[in-house]
């Protein structure tokens, strides 16, 4: 099973990017997805995720309104659009599957990760 994220870069403040995350293994169609991210010396901490399904999304504070997470279960992939940047969003992101419970689930519940992208906002 992988989980291969993309999308990752450097952008100035107020600029736009769009991760996507495609898997391989096997289906996740049945599975919660999400976005975690962990900034240097910092733990990883939960940013969006969206249920099996899509009709339930759920995103960190600091991130809502300006990200949005989607799925495409055909292509057994995720996304994240991430609008109006900010230099605190500077991280590595990583895409992951399967967990128990769509709102703020916490990494230890997460059973796949993806290698991570790395994002770089500049101000």
């Known amino acids: 099973v992988q989980l291969q994220a993309s999308g990752g870069g450097l952008v100035q403040a107020g600029g736009s990017l769009r991760l996507s995350c495609a898997a391989s293994g096997r289906t996740f169609s049945r599975d919660n997805m999400g976005w975690f991210r962990q900034a240097p010396g910092k733990e990883r901490e939960f940013v969006a995720s969206?249920?099996?399904?899509?009709?339930?999304?759920y995103y960190a504070r600091s991130v809502k309104g300006r990200f949005t997470i989607s799925r495409d279960n055909a292509k057994n992939t995720v996304y994240l659009q991430m609008n109006s940047l900010k230099p605190e969003d500077t991280a590595v992101y990583y895409c992951?599957?399967?967990?128990?419970?769509?709102?703020?689930?916490?990494?230890?519940?997460?059973?796949?990760w993806g290698q991570g992208t790395l994002v770089t906002v500049s101000s």
């Open positions: 992951a599957a399967s967990f128990s419970r769509v709102i703020d689930p916490p990494p230890g519940d997460v059973d796949y």
């Open positions: 969206i249920s099996w399904s899509g009709a339930t999304t």
